[in-house]
């Protein structure tokens, strides 16, 4: 007959967790420091497109030359929409403004001969695919609108930096545009430490997560 293991006694078996609680902290601790392998974000990155794309909640002002009774401010529908004096339910969202115009052109086109539109974008929000999101320990995690030659630096500012308890030298950009390859940042460096060799520029579509300190 097979005797039963001895049990561990509990001060013993409360240590030996400790332990492995203490040893898997400085583990995770370590590969954070490391920025667990991943290569530090590039200091320059060429966005895809350089042309804006409307996005839902966009306002826009068209301007129909001669005919100012044509003329308006709209905003972009959430389904991506707008709806202008004689056209209904054009779609906005996913098209460049110049796009847009020949739309609005063609449109109206069938009321008035040789349309002449502008359309000028206004608070900008563009498409969700190219917007960037902050989360996890920044001020004010939310989506901003990308803009060209953006950095690091700029989107930090829009979100108010970090809170007192983010390890930013921790921090991950995730680049969707490169099939979601994953970069080192140093957020404490670079807003805490002037350090501005840690800035790095950012690109339509990135996430950048920001995680908290251990301590």
């Not at 420091?33 to 497109?49: E, L, N, Q, W």
């Amino acid at each position: 007959m097979t005797r039963p293991a001895p049990a561990i006694p509990l001060p013993r078996l409360a240590a030996m967790l400790a332990g492995a609680l203490v040893a898997a902290a400085a583990s995770l601790l370590a590969g954070c420091a490391s920025g667990g392998d991943r290569p530090p974000a590039p200091a320059v990155a060429t966005a895809p497109d350089p042309h804006y794309i409307i996005g839902p909640l966009d306002t826009l002002n068209i301007v129909v030359w001669r005919n100012p009774e044509l003329s308006t401010s709209v905003t972009v529908r959430p389904d991506g929409m707008i709806s202008t004096p004689l056209v209904d339910d054009l779609q906005a969202a996913g098209r460049s403004p110049s796009d847009l115009r020949k739309a609005l052109e063609a449109a109206l086109g069938k009321y008035i001969r040789d349309p002449s539109v502008s359309v000028i974008v206004s608070n900008f929000q563009s498409v969700y695919a190219s917007q960037i999101r902050i989360v996890g320990e920044a001020t004010r995690p939310q989506a901003v609108p990308y803009r060209k030659d953006m950095t690091i630096l700029d989107v930090m500012i829009q979100v108010g930096g970090m809170t007192d308890y983010a390890d930013g030298n921790a921090a991950v950009l995730i680049r969707g545009s490169d099939g979601g390859r994953q970069y080192a940042l140093r957020l404490k460096d670079l807003l805490r430490r002037g350090d501005i060799s840690a800035n790095a520029a950012v690109l339509p579509g990135d996430i950048i997560i920001v995680p908290q300190s251990w301590f």
